[in-house]
């Protein structure tokens, strides 16, 4: 018997290859471009305070903040997707999320909204023509007017090479 999904790693279904059940994800927007993530791995969304910058941090580590006793290293997503650094304003969300055992925190321009939507909604993203790694990107849902960039954070933001940028940093 065939598998019908694609793999991202070895035994690993994609979100695009999932079909049938629900899933949720938070959507929110970087510059006039809207991405979603998995609602499963927010862990809670405020608004931007000033971080404690590391020295030696990759360029889209924008530093760190304390969040009820734990640090948390906060990224610029403009600049992770090199599209040059955000001039944070208090209008800027800081959205919390769990990557592998790790909570990090990604700066973005706005949070749109929760969509519901069904495994065959998710498309698979286009392997071309896009700025950003597709090994990023776990697929694409296309609404009315709209289409959502769906990232997959495990590769967007590898446990390993932020404990790395944060050991160096320290």
Same mark, same amino acid.
Request: charged residues 25%; glycine residues 8%; aromatic residues 6%.
């Given at each position: +018997?065939?598998?019908?999904?694609?793999?991202? @790693?070895?035994?690993?279904? =994609?979100?695009?290859? %999932?079909?049938?059940?629900? $899933? %949720?994800?938070?959507?929110?927007?970087? &510059? $006039? !471009? !809207?991405?979603?993530?998995?609602?499963?791995? *927010? @862990?809670?969304?405020?608004?931007?305070? !000033?971080?404690? @910058?590391?020295?030696?941090?990759?360029?889209? +580590?924008?530093?760190? +903040?304390?969040?009820?006793?734990?640090?948390?290293?906060?990224?610029?997503?403009?600049?992770?997707? @090199?599209? #040059?650094?955000?001039?944070?304003?208090?209008?800027?969300?800081?959205?919390?999320?769990?990557?592998?055992?790790?909570?990090? #925190?990604?700066?973005?321009?706005?949070? =749109?909204?929760?969509?519901? *939507? =069904? #495994?065959? $909604?998710?498309?698979?993203?286009?392997?071309?023509?896009? %700025?950003?790694?597709?090994?990023?990107?776990?697929?694409?849902? =296309?609404?009315?007017?709209? +289409?959502?960039?769906?990232?997959?954070?495990?590769?967007?933001?590898?446990? $390993?090479?932020? &404990?790395?940028?944060?050991? %160096?940093?320290?």
């Amino acid at each position: +018997m065939v598998d019908n999904f694609d793999k991202t @790693r070895e035994g690993e279904k =994609s979100v695009a290859g %999932q079909k049938g059940g629900a $899933q %949720q994800f938070l959507t929110f927007t970087v &510059e $006039q !471009e !809207e991405y979603g993530v998995d609602i499963m791995t *927010v @862990r809670e969304i405020k608004g931007w305070t !000033e971080t404690t @910058r590391l020295p030696n941090a990759p360029e889209f +580590m924008r530093g760190v +903040m304390n969040l009820r006793g734990l640090i948390i290293p906060i990224f610029d997503l403009r600049t992770r997707f @090199r599209r #040059g650094l955000t001039e944070a304003t208090p209008k800027h969300v800081v959205i919390i999320l769990a990557v592998g055992e790790r909570n990090i #925190g990604i700066l973005v321009d706005t949070v =749109s909204d929760i969509l519901d *939507v =069904s #495994g065959d $909604q998710i498309k698979p993203a286009p392997t071309s023509d896009t %700025q950003i790694d597709a090994a990023y990107i776990s697929g694409l849902i =296309s609404l009315e007017n709209r +289409m959502v960039v769906l990232l997959n954070v495990d590769h967007l933001f590898d446990v $390993q090479h932020i &404990e790395r940028a944060i050991g %160096q940093a320290a």
